[in-house]
């Protein structure tokens, strides 16, 4: 008797229970849009992220619209105005989306080391006699995208603050390139002389685009950057933001960690990007002087 009593009141908890996990479900959008930063051609990336777009869709249980933007800022730009539900961001574009659209880091990506984090780089091309940060004086300079991390915010306080050089008037021209896979390929093809990226890009299409080994002089390497984060779109339901999160860590497919050229995702704190928050109020006071 005792028994069915306590199956009975199970029974009605778990009656009390469902219909309230099913409301908050129904407060749950029809489907999410996921945006992507341009590190790559809109082809390249479409290709890479594919595997983990499908695992999301069965996690969340809903159809998942990939978008990816020409600059970074229209990445931002769409989570302000509500027409992306979350996204892949550079450390540097998380603090503006954070500022600017709400944004809130749910996870960040792991290195194929396991490092949590990856490192600016400077490069010329191989047999380009151009060895040393004194050899590039006057040539034509690459940054990636005003809103990139190591494409633009970290060399520019490097410059400045190491260096004591300004860009526009060290180099002969500085163009932004638009993506780190566009600043490898103009230095590799010649269209530039010199230009910032990071390991990470540069891992992504070693071996298929380029041979870092064969066609590349790295000048300098960063300090470790914090990993670059998922993050949500602040005014989502709570349950939905933190399936998303979990959604990320259940990432495991090695094909798909191999297409990214990562290891995974792992937990993070806004405060994680304080340093970079730091970065940019330091380029704010540079461009002051």
Known sequence: MRTWKKILTLAITASLIVPGLAL?????????????????????ITDRFEPLVA???????????FKTSTDYAGVITGMQF??????????????????RANAQAVVLEVGADGTKGYHGMIITKKGSGLKTMADIKGKVWA??????????????????KELKIVPDEHFSKVIYSGSHAASILAVKNGKVDAASTNDLDMARGNGKNWNEA????????????????MAVRGDLPTD??????????????????????????????????????????????????
Request: proline share 7%; glycine share 6%.
């Open 24 to 44: 908050a479900k129904s407060n749950w959008p029809d489907k999410l849009v996921f945006g992507v930063i341009p590190v790559e051609s809109g082809a390249s």
């Open 55 to 65: 695992h999301m869709q069965k996690e969340l249980g809903m159809p998942i619209e």
């Open 82 to 99: 509500k027409h992306v539900d979350f996204a892949y961001f550079g450390p540097k574009s998380y603090c503006e989306a954070s500022r």
């Open 143 to 160: 940054f990636t995208d005003p809103n990139s991390t190591s494409g633009t915010l970290v060399p520019t306080v490097f410059f400045n």
């Open 214 to 229: 064969k066609d590349f002089n790295v000048l300098w390497t960063s300090k470790l950057i914090p990993g670059s984060p």
């Open 240 to 289: 939905l933001k933190e399936a998303i999160k979990q959604a990320f860590l259940n990432f495991k497919d090695p094909a798909g960690l191999e297409k990214l050229k990562i290891s995974g995702f792992t937990d993070v704190a806004d405060s994680t990007y304080d340093p970079i928050r730091e970065l940019i109020a330091a380029k704010k006071k540079l461009a002051k002087k």
